[in-house]
């Protein structure tokens, strides 16, 4: 069993950055694909960011790609999210998410892919 642990989010101005990390228990975290999703205020939880076990590679959704950077430490058993030039559309509730052990060599950004949840932390862009 996994556990996740998000990072506490905050309150930023538009333009500004954040990085929010996730810390995961057990030894088997860098077997583990993980991934960044987010859920505004009445809409649907969608896919942020996602990198393989190695962080070899990362995926992005269109919406964050170029502002967003997902990036791994596995000696450190974490897994971060550094957000810049920050924008009030980005406002949501941001959950880390984890796929089980098995060296996935590819991204993804499909919620049905991640096993592992962790308890959301408030993000929130002022204009």
């Known amino acids: 069993q996994v556990q996740l642990v998000e990072s506490r989010g905050g309150l930023v101005q538009a333009g500004g950055s954040l990085r929010l990390s996730c810390a995961a228990s057990?030894?088997?975290?860098?077997?583990?694909?993980m991934g960044w999703f987010r859920q505004a205020p009445g809409k649907e939880r969608e896919f942020v960011a996602s990198?393989?076990?190695?962080?070899?590679?990362?995926y992005y959704a269109s919406s964050v790609k170029g502002r967003f950077t997902i990036s791994r430490d596995n000696a450190e058993n974490t897994v971060y999210l550094q957000m810049n030039s920050l924008k009030p559309e980005d406002t949501a509730v941001y959950y880390c998410a984890g796929d089980l052990p098995g060296m996935a060599w590819r991204p993804s950004d499909a919620q049905s892919t991640y096993v592992y949840w962790g308890q959301g932390t408030q993000v929130t862009v002022s204009s």
């Open positions: 057990g030894r088997t975290f860098s077997s583990h694909r």
């Open positions: 990198i393989t076990w190695s962080g070899g590679i990362t």
